[in-house]
């Protein structure tokens, strides 16, 4: 098993958050794994993308020019990225921040209303869990519960008490998304 991940949006959705939950739980779970950030030198409001490989077997390069699966939460990362998807690969986008969606025939798009869900429930910081629980739900290449496990070790301890939200959002976005 190797799936290389690229996770793509604006500053501040959690991107590198979230890739690096992932990598974390790959760890955890005896995974080889690597996870190589990319952000412009705004935070909040810039591009920022992170890929992620996990594999079974040793990984030879973190540098990747096509994925399996790629995630999209704005229209730019869609646009830069969905070219990029292997032939029989996915793309997962929120349908919030995507104005002209993926029109590939040889990938399986789908799409997350993730924003949408996270405000109706009043959970936007954990936005990025949803997007996650996603990709869990289309490839569950890492339990649940070790995301859970790897989001306590990435949180600081006074945010501790954001862990079941964490999994109920993860739990959700497994609900919620579905093929375009």
Known sequence: MK???IIAGFGGQGVLSM??????AGLMEGKEVTWM???????????????VI?????ISSPVLSSYDTAICLNQPSLDKFQPKVKPGGDLIYDSFGIQD?????DITPYHTPAMQTAAELKMMKCFNMFVLGG???IHP????????KALKKTLPERHWHLLPTNEQ???EGMNIIAPQ
Do not use: F
């Open 54 to 58: 996990l594999s079974d077997k040793p």
């Open 19 to 24: 890739g690096k939950i992932l990598a974390y």
């Open 101 to 105: 969606k993926p029109t590939r025939q």
């Open 37 to 51: 950030p990319a952000y412009g030198p705004e935070q909040r409001g810039g591009t920022a993308n992170v890929t």
């Open 169 to 171: 959002a993860l739990l």
């Open 3 to 5: 799936h290389e991940i």
């Open 135 to 137: 990709l869990l739900k």
């Open 141 to 148: 290449i890492v339990e649940v519960a070790t995301v859970i």
